[in-house]
C-alpha cells in the first residue's frame, strides 16, 4: 500500500467545518505537514505537527496526531470557498526528503 | 519575505531533447531538492542536494538526470534526454538548515514533451 494515504475527495458548504484524513505508515516520521495546491499553483505550506504533539491550532486550522494510529486530521472551521484546493499530507524527517500523499480535493460550494 | 523562485514557469520540448529546470533558492538556505508532480498524481521526491553533492535520490532520479549548483545562487535540474513520461510539474525546494521544520518550494515549471 502507500505511504501516505487520504482519501480522494470532500464536498462541504461554505460555513461547515471540513475534516481531511490522513493516515501513514512509518512511524520514525519527525514532522507531518499539510500543504494546500491550488489549481495551477504550487505548493503552499499551511501548517505542520512535530511527532511529539498531538495538537496544533492556528487561527480556522486545527492539526490532530493519533501517533499511535498514525492518523493525521486537518480541520478546517468555517470553510469558505477559497480554501477548495487540493491537500497534501506530507511526512518526513528533519531534512529529509518530503513523502506526500495522493493529495485530497476540497470542493465548497456556497 | 523571500521565497525560492524557478524558471522557466512552462517549457514544452521535443522528446530527445535535453532541458535545464533552474531554480533560485532562498539566500541563506543550504539543503536543496527537486520534486515533480504528473499531472493528476502525488508529488514525488527526485533528489536532495547539500554541500555541492546529492544527499538523496529516488528511484525516478536515474542516468537521465543531473543537479548542479554552477554558483552562488541558482540550482538546477538537467535532463538529458527528456521522455514523454517526463512531462510534469517540477518543483524546487529549498531548507534553511537540518534542524528547521520547512521545506520552502518554488511556484514550478510545467514541462511538456512532445
Known amino acids: 500500500g502507500e505511504d501516505v494515504e487520504q482519501s480522494l475527495f470532500l464536498s462541504v458548504r461554505e460555513g461547515d467545518s471540513s475534516v481531511i484524513n490522513c493516515t501513514y505508515t512509518?512511524?520514525?516520521?519527525?514532522?507531518l505537514y499539510w500543504y494546500k495546491q491550488e489549481p495551477g499553483a504550487g505548493l503552499q505550506l499551511l501548517t505542520y505537527?512535530?511527532?511529539?504533539?498531538d495538537m496544533k491550532q492556528d487561527q480556522r486550522l486545527t492539526v490532530l496526531l493519533n501517533k499511535k494510529d498514525k492518523h493525521l486530521s486537518l480541520r478546517i472551521a468555517d470553510t469558505q470557498t477559497g480554501d477548495s484546493a487540493i491537500y497534501f499530507c506530507?511526512?518526513?524527517?528533519?531534512?529529509?526528503?518530503?513523502?506526500f500523499g495522493k493529495g485530497t480535493t476540497l470542493s465548497v460550494s456556497s | 519575505e523571500p521565497e525560492v523562485t524557478q524558471t522557466p514557469s512552462h517549457q514544452v520540448t521535443q522528446m530527445g531533447q535535453e532541458v535545464i529546470l533552474r531554480c533560485v533558492p532562498i539566500?541563506?538556505?543550504?539543503?536543496f531538492y527537486w520534486y515533480r508532480q504528473i499531472l493528476g498524481q502525488k508529488v514525488e521526491f527526485l533528489v536532495s542536494?547539500?554541500?555541492?553533492?546529492?544527499?538523496?535520490k529516488s528511484e525516478i532520479f536515474d542516468d537521465q538526470f543531473s543537479v548542479e549548483r554552477p554558483d552562488g545562487s541558482n540550482f538546477t535540474l538537467k535532463i538529458r534526454s527528456t521522455k514523454l513520461e517526463d512531462s510534469a510539474m517540477y518543483f524546487c525546494?529549498?531548507?534553511?538548515?537540518?534542524?528547521?521544520?520547512?521545506?520552502?518550494f518554488g511556484p514550478g515549471t510545467r514541462l511538456l514533451v512532445l
Open positions: 525546494a529549498s531548507l534553511r538548515d537540518q534542524g528547521r521544520e520547512t521545506q520552502y
Open positions: 505537527i512535530f511527532s511529539n504533539m
Open positions: 506530507a511526512r518526513n524527517q528533519a531534512g529529509t526528503a518530503l513523502i
Open positions: 542536494f547539500y554541500n555541492n553533492e546529492i544527499s538523496e
Open positions: 512509518d512511524s520514525s516520521s519527525t514532522y
Open positions: 539566500s541563506n538556505h543550504l539543503y
